[in-house]
């Protein structure tokens, strides 16, 4: 994976990017709440050896354990600049995102996204968006009447059993929620937690599985497959 610096404004952020010029597919990947995706690099470089452009935004940690309507935006504005960026016409686009970035790619194929009653956080929807991967994704977001009811291409949802953040009950309930509950593979990893799908863990998390590695080739093969094949 190679950095670009691309603006956003008068402010630059970084994008890492595996950039193959003759790729059909362009993956647009959405990290969690630290900001620096690659601490997914197992995920990241299986997705680029598929021979798909992967395209990775960097941001600021969020701090806080509710984001604000600002930051929620910030990341949104920034995914499309970086998607339109480095994408191409006639390519295939499909989302992957991890925690808080799975319930931006969530909005960005058409959820919407609540902060709160009367307290909606307007992102714009991509239609260009084909399938989605949602690692530990908080659904609470988009509890609300219909706020699910565009979002209709294939998704991959995948959670830890072990979660204490998002634990596979937010699964089960976009699952039941989505208008084709058939469109939505559901993957529980036994003894996993909110943040395994990541190579480098925070410094305040305990990983709980045992063979941390295997996992996250097992879980990064079973990604591209439903991405690619």
Do not use: Y
Not at 1 to 10: H, R, S, V
Not at 182 to 208: C, L
């Amino acid at each position: 994976m190679q950095e670009q610096t691309l603006l956003d404004g008068t402010d630059a952020f970084k994008v890492s990017l595996s950039n193959t010029e003759s790729s059909s597919t362009v993956v647009l990947f959405a990290v969690g709440a630290g900001g620096n995706p690659e601490r997914h690099v197992t995920l990241l470089e299986s997705m680029a050896k598929s021979g798909s452009t992967v395209v990775a935004p960097h941001f600021e940690r969020i701090v806080s354990p509710m984001p604000t309507e600002d930051e929620l935006m910030l990341r949104a504005r920034r995914l499309s600049i970086a998607l339109n960026t480095f994408s191409h016409p006639g390519a295939t686009i499909v989302g992957v995102g991890h925690s808080i970035g799975a319930a931006m790619l969530i909005a960005q194929a058409g959820g919407h996204m609540w902060l709160g009653p009367s307290r909606r956080v307007n992102v714009v929807e991509d239609e260009r968006l084909s399938r989605l991967v949602l690692l530990a994704p908080p659904t609470g977001f988009f509890q609300a009447p219909g706020a699910l009811d565009a979002v209709r291409i294939p998704i991959l949802a995948w959670v830890g059993s072990k979660d204490n953040i998002t634990p596979p009950s937010h699964i089960e309930w976009l699952a039941q929620e989505i208008h084709d509950p058939h469109s939505v593979d559901i993957r529980v990893t036994d003894g996993a937690g909110h943040f395994s799908f990541m190579d480098q863990i925070p410094p305040h998390a305990t990983e709980p599985l045992n063979d941390k590695q295997s996992f996250l080739l097992e879980h990064s093969n079973d990604i591209c497959k439903f991405l690619f094949e």
